[in-house]
């Protein structure tokens, strides 16, 4: 291994989840997607598990998991998102690093991640052990191994930090070149000052800890990174490969590694199609016979530092001013708005840090009361939050670490110290300071944790520190034009995010209106058990009555409620809870809501009313996805009664009104969906009804069409893919393309393509039996050819 190069991906999203509710809400700016986790999601992370390589005519050769053959950062913020909403996508990460142990000597690609991606040499030591603490339990729990290397958050370093890491077990981290201070040879006496990126990157670095303990340090090439991830390298795989491979030394005899660390999301999110010039940047790379491709443990074994390096202090990857980012306004910013200030990045430190201040000691000496060991109770606390707060893990939990049997209430005193720690944490995330103003998501998403941390302290330690909290967030001026200060932001922007039981207990009935489970109770924060007696729908009304049970996994509380929810419109909605009344009482209440004025008596029943205006983004949008498709059938039903006159004014020569032509364009897009939807068994009449609405100047609703198509294609090979010789499925995506092309719809296939790749085994199954004289072999083969062609996937 003379020659090795390594590319690692730091793959991350912070935090995005409600902090009450544990889920992530729709947001805006992440459209058409649902939020940035899904958008990103599509664009890269689920990409990367599959990168197509094509061949000369445009068509699928070859995808590959390039997880497998890369080194990548594994945080836990984001792999606990993908667990839950894309298993597929987790599933596939998880196995890469399995393949990479196979292909780079037992090491594996994946490396761990401080827990979420706070600045550490800001945080405070006991906040940097847990850190590195839930780093490593977290690794070890998705991946069934220890983590050889950790992720520093934007390669923040400190003595300390590294200490602690080393303490851990890791045996190597990845930084900057510009962070390394000087170097020597292990037993040399004198130093040479390498700072302003002078190091060598070429080689690992031994770096010695106060403690006596050591790490390895790799410095990335930060040339070839900074082209990778803001220059043109990605428009070329080739080109990409020639980069690493032009690093390399031409006298130098030792062993060399090339090697360079970027953002995980430039393969695909930052750089459309990166994905697929790293999956041919690696295929370059393995086909060659000088160079090896490695992962770090990997060229560690073979190549143990011959030199050792003191790191320069309080420095980033992504700072020129050390820390400055994350704590000042010292002149980065993410360039959208290149004259904003920062001087909001300052008020927001100082006011998180007396929020950690404040609660830390506090909690720490009421947990002491109720475990052993409060340091090892907050260690394992990340059981907790692995298993979503489940009751055996929570069981568990206090079979370790309880003084005693402790009684219910102190079982939820207990859960909520824990969870005051695991919000202190959130709210120290890197994102709340990276980007240009603190009405950004990731700054209200970490004054959202300090919210839910203050309101936990004020309930268990009688601690009221949030008016010191909007205090010290006035002096923060803000960009954005419709706030004066960060008092505001906070009020307009966390303080909402804020949720009771009362209000989860009504959202439960508002949900069961529709038949969804809602997010408190999907994301497993939450259990609630809805018994709904009454419910009617009748004339676009629905109504719902009953009682639901609603406890909180997290901290133990819980609650019985009567409830009710009314909707007639998306501007005529009322949800609401009380106490519980009895049999009587519901039987009377819903005489009641059944009556002329359902909202009145609503409101006249119960205590905590809520109507339209108090509904979050999160579930209006689950609401109008429940109830958009049937827009499209009240339509039609329209266009139906009024059909007739549509063709007697046409039959007249006399031009209807506008509204027609829509309605007409709207009925005949619905038939051609139909179409669609069943695999167009009669493309003449698809063919037949696209030139009528051509003549008539109709225009098709194209995205709507262009969904069914992909939906009916990736169905038809899920099918084909279970019917071993049946070609019919594989017949329906050819008429269904051919449909598809009358409009130029734009097709999505991504899925569709990768179960059809994964088929061209069973495909070469088949031409061998239809080169024995099977006839049916032979039609199936032939109807797979054109199937994968019209996809463009290559067979062979």
């Not at 490969?241 to 005899?253: I, K, Q, W």
């Amino acid at each position: 291994m003379d020659r090795a190069v390594c590319i690692h991906g730091h793959f991350y999203q912070p935090s995005r989840e409600n902090p009450w509710l544990g889920d992530v809400g729709v947001q805006r700016s992440a459209a058409p997607y649902h939020d940035w986790n899904e958008r990103v999601t599509a664009e890269c992370y689920g990409p990367n598990t599959a990168a197509r390589i094509l061949d000369a005519d445009g068509l699928i050769e070859e995808v590959v998991n390039t997880y497998s053959r890369i080194s990548f950062t594994a945080a836990p913020t984001l792999l606990a998102w993908l667990e839950r909403h894309r298993p597929e996508v987790y599933g596939a990460v998880v196995e890469a690093d399995r393949e990479s142990r196979e292909r780079y000597a037992g090491h594996g690609s994946a490396i761990a991640c401080c827990y979420n991606h706070l600045i550490m040499p800001l945080a405070t030591r006991r906040d940097k052990q847990i850190q590195v603490a839930w780093g490593v339990r977290d690794f070890t729990a998705r991946f069934g191994r220890e983590p050889e290397g950790m992720w520093l958050p934007e390669t923040a370093v400190d003595l300390e930090s590294l200490d602690l890491v080393a303490g851990a077990g890791i045996r190597f981290t990845i930084l900057a070149p510009h962070q390394a201070g000087r170097v020597r040879s292990i037993g040399a006496e004198d130093w040479t000052d390498v700072s302003g990126g002078r190091v060598d990157t070429t080689m690992p670095y031994l770096c010695r800890l106060p403690s006596g303990r050591s790490i390895a340090v790799f410095f990335y090439d930060g040339t070839i990174a900074r082209d990778v991830a803001f220059g043109d390298l990605l428009s070329d795989g080739r080109r990409f490969a020639g980069r690493l491979l032009d690093a390399f030394s031409r006298e130098r005899e030792r062993p060399e590694l090339v090697h360079i660390a970027t953002d995980g999301e430039t393969y695909g999110h930052h750089r459309e199609f990166g994905e697929m010039a790293l999956a041919y940047c690696l295929e370059t790379l393995e086909a060659r016979r000088d160079v090896r491709l490695t992962v770090y443990p990997e060229y560690l074994d073979a190549h143990p530092p011959t030199h050792e390096v003191a790191v320069r202090e309080r420095t980033s990857w992504s700072c020129t001013h050390g820390l400055g980012r994350w704590r000042r306004e010292c002149g980065c910013h993410g360039g959208a708005h290149p004259g904003w200030s920062q001087a909001w990045r300052g008020p927001l430190r100082e006011a998180i840090v007396m929020v950690r201040d404040a609660l830390s000691p506090r909690s720490a000496e009421a947990l002491g009361a109720l475990v052993r060991d409060p340091a090892e109770a907050r260690d394992d606390a990340v059981a907790l939050v692995l298993s979503r707060w489940f009751d055996e893990a929570v069981t568990g939990f206090f079979a370790r670490h309880a003084r005693r049997d402790l009684s219910p209430d102190d079982r939820r005193r207990v859960l909520a110290f824990l969870e005051i720690e695991h919000q202190a944490m959130l709210m120290q995330t890197s994102c709340g300071w990276f980007f240009d103003d603190l009405t950004e998501p990731g700054s209200v998403q970490v004054m959202r944790h300090a919210k839910r941390a203050m309101d936990l302290a004020l309930q268990t330690l009688g601690l009221d520190i949030e008016p010191a909290f909007i205090d010290i967030l006035r002096r923060a001026p803000v960009n954005d034009p419709r706030y004066a200060t960060g008092a505001e932001v906070y009020e307009a922007l966390a303080r909402p995010a804020a949720v009771d039981l009362d209000r989860i207990g009504a959202g439960a009935a508002l949900y069961a209106l529709f038949d969804l489970e809602p997010p408190a109770a999907a994301s497993g924060m939450y259990a609630a058990r809805g018994d709904w007696r009454y419910r009617s729908d009748a004339a676009g009304r629905r109504r719902v009555l009953g009682t639901v049970g609603v406890r909180s996994r997290v901290t133990g509380e819980e609650a019985l409620f009567d409830a009710v929810a009314l909707f007639a419109g998306m501007d005529r909605i009322v949800f609401s809870v009380r106490e519980p009344g009895g049999d009587a009482a519901l039987r009377a209440v819903w005489e009641e809501v059944t009556g002329p004025d359902p909202a009145g008596a609503a409101a006249g029943a119960f205590e905590r009313v809520y109507t339209a205006p108090d509904l979050s983004d999160e579930e209006r949008w689950a609401i109008a996805r429940r109830i958009a498709p049937g827009m499209g059938e009240a339509v039609c039903a329209v266009y139906r009664d009024a059909a007739a006159l549509i063709d007697a004014l046409d039959d007249l020569g006399i031009p209807a009104p506008g509204a027609a032509a829509h309605l007409l364009a709207h009925a005949c897009t619905e038939r051609l969906l139909a179409m669609l939807g069943a695999g167009c068994p009669d493309p003449d009449r698809f063919f037949a009804l696209a030139e009528a609405m051509r003549a008539r100047d109709l225009a098709p609703d194209l995205a709507a069409l262009g969904e069914a198509a992909s939906r009916r294609i990736t169905l038809s090979l899920r099918e084909a893919a279970a019917r071993s010789c049946d070609p019919a499925p594989l017949e329906e995506i050819i008429r269904t393309v051919r449909c598809a092309k009358v409009f130029g719809l734009a097709l999505t296939v991504w899925e569709s393509q990768n179960l059809c790749i994964g088929m061209r085994g069973r495909y070469a199954g088949m031409r061998e039996r239809a080169g024995r004289g099977d006839g049916d072999a032979q039609r199936w083969a032939e109807a797979f050819e054109r199937a994968a062609a019209c996809i463009g996937v290559r067979v062979t």
